[in-house]
């Protein structure tokens, strides 16, 4: 069995175990509908239905966040082993930053579940680990070569490094602001039921996406300056606006307007936070549809 | 882009009936507002977006020309309206000039905003300190004197700007924060000065070298070249340098794995490759591209060489499958020329016109023959990747079939009519860029600049503490204050902790009150 084998089995083992956990997550979330609301008089039905409720949520989400631990482990495997088959960083295509881009999310997600009580962000995130892992490992995978010459530096680990670290926050940060949306909408018709009124006020959500985010945007600053670096190394210029450049200047300008929204009167909220929605929208499609649709310099991600 | 939304003085939608100075100091709050500067930046991601898909002619030339040829119908107004050169058409920099404005407008003021809170000193306490977001409350048996030295003492100590009252102390530390938000947004304002600039005073040329060549940095030497404004051709650093060899191999499966050129300059040799260019004074050679050259050998009707030598042949796929001329203007009685195809890797046997392999394995070089009268020398300038046939037919053999030749390296074809080519081996092109980059240093001030801005601005949270103190039976009775000035921040406890701890309250007689989340 060589190193390359057990990565490509662990990548595909992480997608399935992100999928089981997606599944637990949806099953803590159906079993949230039970659940008494404030102000409710219940019968003796809803009240042992609400106990029943209760018990499934905190077991379907202790199965989740095991189940998301194990994905988590063998997808650290799948990255580290692509690594050592490569004998480099394993960053060097599509499938390996998509890989790798998945690690950062779930860590994240992992460490604000366990240490930050965060664990309402399960569904949504194992939603994104299982389809990205599952899209990785079928359409974008790639055997192990070496790199082409232009990403032979150290600014491929400095510039790559951070646009995962960044990737990881404005994740996260969209993720909660799809929820914020979700809840503040709940909140305006009445009082909340069901799972809903399992995820924190709409005020926690809005200001946990705004710190991700705000996490974020710096590191994607530096990214970008890296990547400027290292293009005058490689290329001669700074900047010359190639498909990928200008995406990523793209998604810069769209947090920027996000910050500057939140400090807005009438952009407060949920106008901020589709900016933050479309902000990771422009992320993904600089990562996976530029590569696909458009050439240009930074096309080596086709493997 | 100020960091709170300006007080509108009435509805903003309505432009007041006032005169033209009022009027431009209207257009001017409503340019420097918060919402403007928002749609401006929204805007420039949306003009941004037809740059990456359109293609652009500083990039490439050809393709846009191609783009209007297969779109008869759009193609032209989207040329008029400067959509193949996006980034430097008047609505792309309209938007960021007006953003830019807006950012100074908004930054100067805030300025002096700044300046004025840095030199007014601390704020006087509150008259009640139970409504702040942290509060607590005890007795301690000093005197309020030193309980307020203390206080004033343990605040100092933790880099409190500090405010002396008779029966109070009031502290408050974090101006880092404006000052990198301030920072940050000029540093941007530097980094457009720094692009600015390097458009102007910068150059950029392309030079393709075969092995063995060599470039020396004039103009003439250039195949491609352009400058901004205030390039003067007499500032270019004078160097040259020779290509001694140039290393280039593939994976198996085809992808570039070394790049690996030999330099010869003053005498040293030097690598050239990707990631590590040569540099010369302010100038940069990097090493973009690189071909084949098929080395071959023209013999004329006479007899007579009439071309030896590499001729630079251009890659037309991934696999090298490369297009070129070869002329031999001096032929007699006729002159000869020739258009065709080098293949570096054709399968033995196979009649294939394009190549299988990047690496030059099993090379082949397929020409077709023209011959015509001997030209007149013009002195117009040709293009050596073309070959304009006025003047020219093709070879024709006995049958009148137009002659193609196909020759393995060693082989020489005898031209029906008169003369022969060999083609006797090939060598390899690099492709050079040779540019300096003046506004380089302006930039990347701007951009470390932004990076510490934005970091302080991120990291540093400003706060302030009171501390007020009143005799009762026994001893002192000490409130303690605090608020933390960011947004939804509400733990000003740690500091609070420490102030207790400093003026003596223990942690059994504090009352600790929660603030709601600000």
């Known amino acids: 069995m060589s190193v390359d084998y057990i990565s490509n089995l662990a990548m595909v083992t992480s997608a399935a175990l992100y999928l089981l956990a997606l599944i637990a997550y949806a099953a803590k979330w159906a079993s949230g509908r039970a659940l008494l609301t404030e102000g409710m008089k219940p019968s003796r039905a809803q009240v042992d239905a609400d106990e029943k409720a209760r018990f499934g949520l905190d077991l379907w989400g202790r199965i989740g966040i095991a189940l998301a631990c194990l994905g988590l482990a063998t997808h650290l495997v799948g990255v580290i082993g692509r690594g050592i ?14 890989t790798s881009a998945l690690v950062a999310v779930v860590a994240l997600f992992v460490y604000l579940a366990i240490a930050k009580g965060a664990d309402w962000l399960g569904l949504p995130v194992m939603l994104l680990a299982a389809l990205g892992q599952g899209l990785a490992v079928t359409v974008f995978y790639v055997a192990v070569g070496p790199l082409v010459p232009a990403l ?45 009124a399992k995820l924190p006020s709409a005020e926690v959500l809005d200001r946990f996406s705004y710190r991700a985010t705000l996490f974020g945007f710096p590191i994607w600053t530096f990214t970008i300056a890296a990547g400027a670096v290292w293009a005058q190394y490689a290329w001669g210029r700074f900047w010359g606006w190639d498909p990928k450049e200008t995406w990523s200047f793209i998604t810069w300008v769209v947090y920027a307007g996000y910050l500057h929204a939140r400090l807005t009167a009438g952009w407060k909220g949920r106008r901020a936070a589709i900016v933050a929605i479309i902000g990771v929208a422009t992320f993904w499609f600089n990562f996976v549809g530029i590569n696909l649709l458009v050439s240009g310099l930074h096309s080596y991600g086709k493997g | 882009m100020a960091r709170e939304n300006r007080p509108s003085n009435g509805p903003a939608e309505l432009a007041p009936a006032l005169g033209p100075v009022a009027t431009l100091r209207w257009l001017w709050t409503q340019l420097t507002s918060m919402k403007t500067a928002l749609w401006l930046l929204f805007a420039l991601a949306v003009a941004a977006m037809p740059g990456s898909f359109l293609p652009q002619r500083p990039v490439n030339p050809v393709k846009v020309s191609d783009y209007i040829k297969a779109n008869p119908g759009v193609g032209p107004w989207l040329d008029r309206l400067g959509f193949f050169d996006v980034f430097a058409a008047p609505w792309f920099g309209a938007i960021y000039v007006l953003l830019f404005v807006s950012l100074v407008g908004c930054i100067v003021p805030r300025i002096w905003v700044y300046l004025r809170e840095l030199r007014n000193p601390p704020p006087a306490v509150p008259a009640s300190l139970a409504k702040l977001t942290g509060y607590r409350t005890g007795v301690v048996t000093q005197s309020p004197a030193e309980v307020l030295d203390a206080a004033a003492a343990s605040l100092k100590a933790k880099g409190f700007r500090v405010r002396r009252e008779a029966d109070a ?66 500032s270019l650093t004078p160097f040259s340098f020779r290509l001694d060899s140039f290393d280039v191999k593939f994976t198996p499966k085809g992808a ?31 090493l973009l591209g690189n071909g084949y050259a098929p080395v071959v050998k023209v013999l004329d009707g006479n007899g007579n060489v009439a071309f030896s030598g590499p001729a630079v042949f251009l890659p037309q796929d991934g696999m090298f499958t490369s297009a070129g001329t070869i002329k031999a203007q001096d032929g007699r009685p006729e002159r000869l020329a020739f258009d065709g195809l080098f293949l570096p890797t054709v399968v033995p046997g196979s009649l294939a016109f394009v190549s299988s392999f990047p690496d030059a394995l099993n090379p082949q070089l397929l020409v077709g023959i023209w011959h015509g009268p001997p030209k007149v020398e013009t002195g117009t300038p040709e293009n050596i990747y073309t070959l304009d046939t006025t003047g020219l037919t093709k070879v024709t ?99 609070l902790a420490t102030l207790a701890s400093a003026v003596g309250i223990s942690s059994e007689t504090l009352a600790t009150t929660e603030g709601d989340p600000a």
């Open chain 1, 85 to 98: 088959a490569a004998n480099r960083a394993p960053w060097g295509n599509m499938y390996e930053f998509i």
């Open chain 1, 152 to 196: 032979h530096s150290v600014f491929f680990v400095v510039h790559i490094l951070a646009a995962i670290t960044a990737a990881g926050a404005f994740n996260i940060g969209a993720i909660a602001a799809i929820l914020y949306l979700l809840k503040a909408r709940a909140e305006k018709r009445g009082p909340v039921k069901g799972y809903l």
């Open chain 2, 169 to 234: 102390v009031s502290g408050d530390k974090g101006f880092l924060r404006e000052l990198g938000n301030l920072v940050f947004h000029l540093a941007l304002v530097i980094v457009l000065c720094g692009l600015g600039w390097n458009a102007l005073a910068s150059f950029r040329g392309t030079s393709i070298i075969v092995e063995g060549g060599s470039f020396s940095n004039t103009l003439t030497q250039y195949d491609e070249f352009t400058s901004g404004a205030a390039f003067r051709p007499s």
């Open chain 2, 256 to 286: 570039p794995s070394v790049f690996d050129a030999k330099v010869t300059t003053d005498g040293a040799t030097k690598n050239l490759e990707v990631n590590s260019p040569l540099t010369f004074g302010n100038t940069e050679v990097h």
């Open chain 2, 397 to 495: 053999d006995a049958d009148g079939k137009t002659v193609r030749a196909r020759l393995n390296v060693g082989d020489t074809f005898a031209i029906p009519g008169g003369g022969s080519i060999s083609f006797t081996g090939w060598q390899r092109w690099a492709k050079v860029q040779v540019s300096t980059n003046p506004g380089l240093w302006i930039v990347g001030i701007g951009f470390v600049l932004a990076l510490a801005g934005i970091a302080c601005s991120l990291l540093v949270r400003p706060r302030r503490a009171f501390v007020r103190v009143g005799a009762v039976e026994g001893g002192t009775s000490v409130q303690l204050g605090g608020i933390d000035r960011v947004d939804g921040r509400p733990a000003v406890d740690a500091e």
